[in-house]
C-alpha cells in the first residue's frame, strides 16, 4: 500500500503562472510533511516543510497548503520561473510509524520560457 | 562543513559481482538513511541508522543487501551478486536526529548500473 500518492507525474507550466503539485497520504499518525526539489544529477533537497497544527506555510514564492480532514497537502509555485524546472517530491514521517520517509513518486515540473 | 559524500558517483558492474557504495555524512549527524531511486520513481527506503542503535533494516529488498555504519559515521552499502533489476540510483541522506522534524541532507548519489 502506497503510503503518499503524488500527482500529476508531470507539469507544463508557462514562466509566470502557477504550480500546483498536490499529495495524499494514508497514515493520520505522520506529524512531518516535506516537500524536496531534485536537479538532474543531484540528490534532492529540502525546499519546505509543514506540520499539521498548521493549514498553511509560505517561504518566498513556495507555499505549502494543508487538509488535515482530507489527509492532503500541496505545493504552490507562484510567479514559476525557468529554473524551478526540475522534479519535485513530496513525503511524510514522524508520528510513531517508524524510521521511514514515505515518498511520493514524483513530479516533473517544468516552466516555459 | 561539506554535504553528504558519496562515492563513486557513478558505477558500472557485471552480473553477478559484488559492489560496494560508500556514504559519508554531515560530521555530528546521527541518522542515517540510504535511499533507492529507479528511473522515473519515488525514492525507495532501504535502511536507517540512528546513533548506537540496531540499524532499521525493514526496507532491504533481499539479502544480497546489506549495509554498515562504522563510528557512527562513515556507512556502507553492499550488494552481493548483483542483478540487472539493481541497476538505479542510490542516495544517501544524514540528519541531525531521527525522523521527525529533521530535515534530511542527501548526497549527490551513487548511479549503478549493471550490465
Known amino acids: 500500500q502506497q503510503q503518499v500518492k503524488q500527482s500529476p507525474q508531470s507539469l507544463i507550466v508557462q514562466k509566470g503562472g502557477i504550480s500546483i503539485i498536490n499529495c495524499a497520504y494514508e497514515n493520520t499518525a505522520f506529524d512531518y510533511f516535506p516537500w524536496y526539489q531534485q536537479f538532474p544529477g543531484k540528490g534532492p533537497a529540502l525546499l519546505i516543510a509543514?506540520?499539521?497544527?498548521?493549514s498553511e506555510k509560505k517561504e518566498g514564492r513556495f507555499t505549502i497548503s494543508f487538509n488535515k480532514s482530507a489527509k492532503q497537502f500541496s505545493l504552490h509555485i507562484m510567479d514559476s520561473q525557468p529554473g524551478d524546472s526540475a522534479t519535485y517530491f513530496c513525503a511524510a514521517s514522524g508520528g510513531g510509524t517508524g524510521n521511514q520517509f514515505y515518498f511520493g513518486t514524483g513530479t516533473s515540473l517544468t516552466v516555459i520560457p | 562543513g561539506a554535504g553528504v559524500s558519496q562515492s563513486p558517483s557513478n558505477k558500472v558492474t557485471e552480473k553477478g559481482k559484488d559492489v560496494e557504495l560508500r556514504c559519508d555524512p554531515i560530521?555530528?549527524?546521527?541518522?542515517l538513511y540510504w535511499y533507492r531511486q529507479s528511473l522515473g520513481q519515488g525514492l525507495e527506503f532501504l535502511i536507517y541508522f540512528q546513533g548506537n542503535s540496531a540499524p532499521d533494516k525493514s526496507g532491504l529488498p533481499s539479502d544480497r543487501f546489506s549495509a554498515e555504519r562504522t563510528g557512527g559515521s562513515v556507512s556502507t552499502l553492499t550488494i552481493q551478486r548483483t542483478q540487472q533489476e539493481d541497476s538505479a540510483v542510490y542516495l544517501c541522506a544524514s540528519s541531525l536526529m531521527g525522523p521527525s522534524y529533521n530535515e534530511q541532507f542527501f548526497g549527490p548519489g551513487t548511479r549503478l548500473t549493471v550490465l
Open positions: 509543514i506540520r499539521p497544527d498548521v
Open positions: 560530521s555530528g549527524h546521527t541518522a
